[in-house]
Structures are given as C-alpha cells and as structure tokens.
C-alpha cells in the first residue's frame, strides 16, 4: 500500500519567512510523528499526534514552531519568522495505535532557509 | 531525558564479513528498540525491532541483541553485501512515550 507521502520535496525560503509543510500517513495509522534531522545526525523528536490532539509536543524547540492534525489524518507544520538555523530535513512518521506501534517514515521535506 | 550513544561512526568491511554496530541508552524504562537504515538522501527504513522482554531477535542476515542489565543494545549484519551500505541509526523510546530518541547513526560501507 502507500507510505507515508510529504510535500513539497524541498522548500526555500528567505529567513523571516513562514512556511508550512505537509505530511499524509498511512491510510489507517492514528499515530503521527514529526521529526527534524540536520546534516550528519539522528532524526530527533519534534511532536506527536494521536488523532487530532497533540499527545507530546515537547520536541518543539519554541513558540515559532507549530502543527495541526484538524481531521486526524493529513498534518501540517507551520515554522513562523524562520531562522537560517531551522534548515533541516523534516521527516514524518506514522504508526498504529495498537502495539508494537512501529513508525514508517516518509522521504522528508528538505528546508532550506537562506 | 533519554540518551543514545551509538559507535562507531563509520565502519568499513570486506563483503561477507559480519558487522556489529552497539548502541547505550541511558532511561532503565526505555522498552522498544528499533534499528533504521538509511541511504543517502532517502528515508529511515525500519529494518528490525526488539522490544524489552526478548534478548534476541534475528531476521535472515540481521539480528538484534539487548542486554538490559548494562542498558545497550547491538544490530548484528551477517554475510554482508554492497547493498547492505548507508547509515544505520538506533532509537530508543519507553512506555507511555512514543518520542523515539535516536543514535547519532552508523556509516556502513560494504567493499565489494
């Protein structure tokens, strides 16, 4: 079946720029996932949807960081006044709500802000 | 939080020698240990799972092993191919908590 699909595959954009950034999980998968991976590193944590509700938002490095899951499927992550330093790949995952809540990933939006 | 210490950074190995990349995690309540391999400019795949109350698991050429006591936990590649090549991470997440908190990866290169 389909995996998890995000666009836009890459994203520029001037510092000071908002942007928004999309992902759609696994038909059926409740759980979803954002994740930011920098050049060389490991994904790490940014939120964590169950449905429609943000479960853990604690990955979110500050106020200028934002998501929404309005209908339990399809998220969006809104960066506000972006910073050269927000340049990253952007990962989505989803999983089941039932055990072992394996997370599948999508290929990433790169940001590039400049 | 949690911690995962992943070595070494790079490894390099003749095709169809074994490879073992090692990996500590700091949370004692941490109970569910995937293992991503990653090539380049692609996604995280997830290639194997191990979960706290198992020791050991193997699928085909790859095996994971945990230990609990000493909290680290090894990815195991047997007869090793040229595909086998990218980066490997670990991750690390616990009960109640879904975040997982990955390794800083693993560069695997196969010489043909």
């Known amino acids: 079946g389909a995996g998890v699909s995000q666009t836009p595959s890459n994203k520029v954009t001037e510092k000071g720029k908002y942007v928004e950034l999309r992902c759609d999980p696994i038909s059926g998968h409740t759980a979803l996932y954002w994740y930011r991976q920098s050049l060389g590193q490991g994904p790490e944590f940014l939120i964590y949807f169950q449905g429609t509700g943000a479960a853990d938002d604690s990955g979110l490095p500050n106020d200028r960081f934002f998501a929404v899951r309005p209908e339990g499927s399809v998220s969006t992550l809104k960066i506000q006044r972006t910073e050269r330093g927000d340049s990253a790949v952007y990962l989505c995952?989803?999983?089941?709500?039932?055990?072992?809540?394996?997370?599948?990933f999508g290929p990433g939006t790169r940001l590039t802000v400049t | 939080g949690e911690n995962v210490e992943q070595h070494p950074s790079t490894l390099s190995v003749q095709e169809g020698d074994s490879a073992v990349i090692k990996c500590t995690y700091s949370?004692?309540?941490?109970?569910?240990f995937p293992w991503y391999k990653q090539e380049l400019g692609k996604r995280p795949q997830l290639i194997i799972d191990?979960?706290?109350?198992?020791g050991e698991k193997k699928d085909q050429r790859i095996a994971v092993t945990l230990n609990k006591t000493a909290k680290h936990f090894s990815l195991h590649i047997t007869e090793t191919q040229p595909e086998d090549s990218a980066v490997y991470f670990c991750?690390?997440?616990?009960?109640?908590?879904?975040?997982?908190?990955f390794g800083s990866g693993t560069r695997l290169q196969v010489q043909p």
């Open positions: 949370d004692s309540a941490s109970n569910y």
């Open positions: 991750a690390a997440s616990k009960e109640g908590r879904r975040a997982l908190t």
């Open positions: 995952a989803s999983s089941t709500d039932r055990g072992p809540y394996e997370q599948y």
């Open positions: 191990i979960r706290s109350n198992v």
